[in-house]
Each structure stands twice: as structure tokens, then as C-alpha cells.
């Protein structure tokens, strides 16, 4: 099964300081997306990348930078966090070459507990 | 611009009913339907995904799929207390890259 992990897992971090949030993939997935969850709500796209050294802004990118070094490393950067930011963020990467019998299903790490004072 | 939405917000069943859980979504251009389901403090898992329209069982869950409807839902039988969690659909179109959209999810709690 897909392996995602994600560092730290949980941070406390202080108004207009910088955050980044890492994550690692081993399955040789192409995509991997940064998502935000809301106490007991939906996924939001934050970005996502399709291939390395390429981002690509999602639903709410306002206030976030992310980067992707290599096909296994995705890192979301909030350069001046803010209260607003405060929330669960789940990393995924999935295999969307066509003719896969999963196809865009995506796998999830465990999450990132940000709390922003 | 795809929209997803589900319903109920939230439920409460006792233990051994049926779950219903629905999902719409606005493009019907739309292939991939997904059902994850999240429980609380862990990672969203995928469930069950199907790709034409009709119905998929897999165990107690099964997927029902009305394209022209633009409506699929989920549905657990006999439902345990380890099926307490958040569920999440998600919808997805071939080409493009992002892949799942994701509805805001519905809450069900089992009691026991």
C-alpha cells in the first residue's frame, strides 16, 4: 500500500513566523497535493504538483508557497503565519497515469496538527 | 467549476440499521466517484469507487452511481460502531490535474 508520512506531525507556531511542512512519498507517485481540514469539515486544495520542480495553485492558495524538490518530496511553506492558518494538513499523492484500475484514488498521510499563537 | 455537496451534515443510527449517505455533484462530464471515509484524528482511507452508472457492493457497503441524476450515494448495512466516522465523496474528471474534489462530508455516528 502507498506510503505517505509527513513532519512534523503536530507544530506550534508563532504569528508572522515562517512554518514549513514537509512530506515524503515512496510509491512513485507523479501527483501529490497539500490539503487543509477544518475542525470536522471537508479537504481543501491548498496546491498540488504534477511533476518535480512544478506547483500548481488549488482552491485557497492565498497565504501559502509550496515546493517540490524531487517526485518523492512535497513541502508546504507559510511564510507569515497567521491565526486563520490554524487547522489539520493532510499531504496525498496518487498515480494518475491512465488505465490504472485505482485511478486518481489518492493516499493520505497522517497529518500535520498546526496551531498558530 | 465543480461542485460537490453531501447530506446529511450528520446522523446518528443505532447499531444494525442501514447508513444512507448522498452525494451530488454539477458536471456531468465527471467518471471517477469515491467514497473515503476519515475516522476521527486519523487520514481520510479510500472506501469503494465506481466507475459506471448502476451499483457496486463490497461487504456491508455498497455504492449506488445515477449520472444523469448527477447523484451517488452510499450505503452500509448493518451498521457497527467502528463505522463512526466522517465521510467524505469525491468526484474526479479524466483529464485535468486535480484529480478529486472533495464534498464536505457527513458525520455518522453509530450507537451502540
Known amino acids: 500500500e502507498a506510503a505517505v508520512t509527513q513532519s512534523p506531525r503536530s507544530k506550534v507556531a508563532v504569528t508572522g513566523g515562517k512554518v514549513t511542512l514537509s512530506c515524503h512519498q515512496t510509491?512513485?507517485?507523479?501527483?501529490m497535493y497539500w490539503y487543509r481540514q477544518d475542525t470536522g469539515h471537508g479537504l481543501r486544495l491548498i496546491h498540488y504538483?504534477?511533476?518535480?520542480?512544478?506547483?500548481e495553485k488549488g482552491d485557497i492558495p492565498d497565504g501559502y508557497k509550496a515546493s517540490r524538490p524531487s517526485q518523492e518530496n512535497f513541502s508546504l511553506i507559510l511564510e507569515l503565519a497567521s491565526l486563520s492558518q490554524t487547522a489539520v494538513y493532510f499531504c496525498?499523492?496518487?498515480?494518475?497515469?491512465?488505465?490504472?484500475?485505482?485511478?486518481?484514488?489518492?493516499?493520505f498521510g497522517p497529518g500535520t496538527r498546526l496551531t498558530v499563537l | 467549476q465543480q461542485n460537490v455537496q453531501q447530506s446529511p451534515e450528520s446522523l446518528i443510527v443505532p447499531e444494525g440499521a442501514r447508513t444512507s449517505l448522498n452525494c451530488t455533484f454539477s458536471?456531468?462530464?465527471?467518471?471517477y466517484f469515491w467514497w473515503y471515509r476519515q475516522h476521527s484524528g486519523k487520514a481520510p482511507k479510500a472506501l469503494m469507487?465506481?466507475?459506471?452508472?448502476g451499483e457496486k457492493e463490497e461487504g456491508r457497503f455498497t455504492i449506488h452511481l445515477n449520472k444523469a441524476s448527477l447523484h451517488f450515494s452510499l450505503h452500509i448495512r448493518d451498521s457497527q460502531p467502528s463505522d463512526s466516522a466522517l465521510y467524505l465523496c469525491?468526484?474526479?474528471?479524466?483529464?485535468?490535474?486535480?484529480?478529486?474534489?472533495f464534498g464536505t462530508g457527513t458525520t455518522v455516528s453509530v450507537s451502540p
Open positions: 458536471d456531468s462530464a465527471s467518471q
Open positions: 510509491n512513485n507517485h507523479d501527483y
Open positions: 496525498a499523492s496518487s498515480d494518475m497515469r491512465t488505465g490504472k484500475s485505482n485511478y486518481a484514488e489518492q493516499f
Open positions: 504538483s504534477y511533476v518535480a520542480d512544478s506547483t
Open positions: 469525491a468526484v474526479s474528471m479524466r483529464q485535468g490535474g486535480r484529480a478529486l474534489i
Open positions: 469507487s465506481i466507475f459506471s452508472n
